[in-house]
């Protein structure tokens, strides 16, 4: 099945400055990247997705990047605020059928002011 | 309804007691999982369901644990024999039948369960 890792586990950076999450996957077969953000006791909630004949998309200070060749794909926020501060998922799935997502560990974003 | 609704929020149960968990996905979404998540760790892979049927039950730890979504929309997941190591919290997610074409999978708030 699919393997997802994902790194930092942690990530402190202060704040206006950029971080990066970086996400690498198994299955070539994958064709489907979302990242999801989780704040303290609350549900994982979608920033961002990519899809695999994709290989960039921005919404405003969020940006993902996609190599398939690598099988490897990064979240990038620049500028960040104290509220960008919480748990931050990527996962990856198989299309062309149940599109059951895997998810990486995680990695906790912590944003000094 | 609006979001994905999950009852109860927190489940205290004593230690070999039966749990039934339960999931109200987004009215019109097809796909439905079940996930496990432990403290630090990203959510893992349970059970999916494509309207009635259980199209993967892979990610089920053992046959204490089992599924059911009878009509098509409410899910409720069932823990028998319920064992300390269970203690977690079960997410529910849902989708579209391909969630890459829009809105990717919602997740519901999860339901905290303690095995004591």
């Known amino acids: 099945g699919e393997n997802v890792e994902q790194h930092p586990s942690t990530l402190s950076v202060q704040e206006g400055d950029s971080a990066v999450i970086k996400c690498t996957y198994s299955?070539?077969?994958?064709?489907?990247f979302p990242w999801y953000k989780q704040e303290l006791g609350k549900r994982p909630q979608l920033i961002i997705d990519?899809?695999?004949?994709?290989g960039e998309k921005k919404d405003q200070r969020i940006a993902v990047t996609l190599n398939k060749t690598a099988k490897h794909f990064s979240l990038h926020i620049t500028e960040t605020q104290p509220e960008d501060s919480a748990v931050y998922f990527c996962a990856a799935s198989i299309g062309g059928g149940s599109y059951i997502p895997t998810f990486g560990r995680g990695t906790s974003l912590i944003v000094h002011p | 309804g609006a979001g994905v609704s999950q009852t109860p929020s927190n489940k205290v149960t004593e230690k070999g007691k039966y749990v039934e968990l339960r999931c109200d996905p987004i009215s019109g979404h097809t796909a439905l999982y079940w996930y496990r998540q432990s403290l630090g760790q990203g959510p893992e892979f349970l059970i999916y369901?494509?309207?009635?049927?259980?199209?993967?039950d892979s990610g089920l730890p053992n046959d204490r644990f089992f599924a059911v979504r009878p009509e098509g929309s409410v899910s409720t997941l069932k823990i028998q024999r319920t064992e300390r190591g269970d203690s977690a919290v079960y997410l529910c997610?849902?989708?579209?039948?391909?969630?890459?074409?829009?809105?990717?999978?919602?997740f519901g708030s999860g339901t905290r369960l303690t095995v004591v």
């Open positions: 299955d070539s077969a994958s064709n489907y």
């Open positions: 990519i899809r695999s004949n994709v």
């Open positions: 997610a849902s989708s579209q039948t391909n969630p890459a074409r829009g809105g990717g999978y919602t």
């Open positions: 369901f494509q309207g009635t049927g259980a199209a993967d």
